[in-house]
């Protein structure tokens, strides 16, 4: 069987859920048969650059100076057809939290490819305006008449970004957003050297890992944050993560006088040793599809506090909770706190029995893309 080449589209290839989940593929397939190639839309150096370059792969780039959103898709979706009529790829794996870049699918159509994929990461996105859903609502169909292949990382992805009918029909397949279980287990020695080193011994830790967006709602944290910590000095809160608002929530920090007792740590090759020193896993999304962050923590073991803008399918072990966002802070501080009294053990192997072991899913891609190549489509 000759080599193939996917291509996958991205917004950007940052320390995030959706370009972690493409990169936990890429590690594992077998590269004497797919290779990766990437095309984002901007021209900047990204946190993935590298590893793809040391794999094999490429890094293209496109980008539109249109101000209107819409506009803007319509003319990287342009742009597109012209990158694809010129480098031909059989497959073209698109990936995004909203059917607005559907128009990819068609100029994907219009260049030739033959499978075409799109792939929903993300939930419902709360606050859109009537228009903007009216937008959403054309666009499905856009994907249900020019996509060959729908994917989803959870039930509620599927249903916002996918017309009803291809749901009905089993044309969405749920891929899980897979996880090295061998990496995020709990382990004892790797708590206590990283709590000695953060001098964390006697103190309640919180965790929180992700862009700093308004979808992912750090500053709801914070606030949760500071009226524990006016109860409980001997609690801490740690962010991983970059974004466009981190700045702005260390601000909010320094004012609320918690500059010492907030770590910021930024992007961080060893997620699982972080996890390990904390003692709760807090996620207030605005929105999310099914968040890799959230099953790399319950795979250590977390007990974890949730939003309940975020899907119930993401609760794979005992220790979960979901909160309203429009509960009081003291409701989300007392639940925080109830996980005081938890005892901590490892749960990589129940995360690996729920189908979330990276293995088994970088596997099922990998036999999915050998069959569009050899016209099998039995793995699906």
């Known amino acids: 069987m000759k080599k193939v080449r996917i291509l996958h589209i991205v917004e950007e290839l940052s320390a995030a859920g959706i370009e972690s989940f493409i990169m936990n593929m890429y590690r594992r397939i ?3 048969f797919i290779q990766f190639d990437f095309l984002v ?3 900047v150096h990204e946190f993935y650059d590298d590893e793809i370059k040391s794999l094999g792969g490429n890094k293209f780039c496109i980008s539109s100076k249109k101000k209107n959103t819409l506009f803007k898709v319509y003319d990287e979706s342009k742009k597109i057809e012209k990158f694809l009529t010129d480098k031909k790829y059989e497959i073209v794996h698109i990936h995004y939290t909203t059917s607005l870049r559907a128009p990819f699918l068609k100029a994907c159509y219009n260049a030739g490819v033959k499978t075409r994929i799109y792939h929903s990461h993300s939930g419902y996105v709360i606050g859109k305006n009537l228009l903007k859903r009216i937008i ?6 856009v994907i249900s008449k020019y996509g060959t292949y729908y994917f989803a990382c959870s039930k509620v992805a599927a249903e916002w970004v996918f017309e009803k009918k291809l749901i009905e ?10 996880i090295d279980t061998k990496r995020f287990k709990y382990d004892v020695e790797t708590r206590k050297d990283l709590r000695e080193k953060l001098n964390l011994i006697n103190d309640f830790t919180l965790i929180h890992t992700g862009r700093f967006t308004h979808q992912k709602n750090q500053s709801f944290l914070l606030k949760v ?9 001997n609690v801490r809160l740690i962010f991983l993560g970059d974004g466009e608002l981190l700045q702005e929530v260390k601000q ?29 896993f807090v996620m207030p999304s605005l929105y999310e599809g099914l968040p890799v962050s959230a099953v790399e923590a319950q795979s250590t073991g977390l007990p974890c506090v949730f939003s309940e803008n975020i899907s119930r399918e993401v609760s794979l072990i005992n220790n979960c909770s979901f909160l309203s966002l429009d509960s009081p802070i003291s409701i989300w501080a007392d639940k925080i706190l109830e996980y005081k009294k938890n005892i901590r053990q490892d749960e990589s192997y129940t995360i690996k029995k729920e189908g979330y072991d990276v293995e088994s899913v970088a596997n099922f891609m990998q036999k999915f893309y050998i069959s569009q190549i050899c016209g099998d489509d039995s793995s699906l």
């Open 30 to 32: 077998d590269k004497n």
């Open 41 to 43: 839309l901007r021209h």
């Open 136 to 141: 959403y609502h054309r666009m499905k169909k």
């Open 169 to 178: 029909n089993d044309r969405v397949k749920i891929i899980f957003n897979g």
């Open 225 to 233: 944050f500071d009226y524990i910590y006016n109860t409980d000095k």
């Open 252 to 280: 909010e920090a320094s004012k609320l006088g918690l500059s010492n007792k907030v770590y910021f740590m930024g992007i961080q090759q060893n997620v699982e040793m972080y996890l390990n020193a904390a003692d709760c």
